[in-house]
């Protein structure tokens, strides 16, 4: 399951993730997750080298505090284990827009 993206407002800027935070519901299977960045939706999108990866497991998970930045992002969150489920419940993201002088290298 993808999420995003989360994309800059100007192609002079950038958006940096700060934090993020998952809730998953009780009882659920771990989930890996793995945020892409790129200069466009497209390019993040289609990424194959994740910047950051982890695992989170049922209820609320501590908060992951590497950073981000690029002017387009997305989480993408998975489980390849055959007879596992996950139940996605929330995402606490905190993120901001970045000036011109951040967009040079996202």
Known sequence: VYLGPIEAGSQLSSVRIDEIQSVLARGSDDVDFDLY???SAEQAYRNTT???SGTWSAGRNRSERRKIRGRAIY?????TSVGETWAFEE???MYKETGRSAARSP
């Open 91 to 93: 995402l606490l993201c």
């Open 75 to 79: 989480l993408k969150m998975s489980n």
């Open 50 to 52: 994740a910047t950051f």
């Open 37 to 39: 960045r790129g200069v």
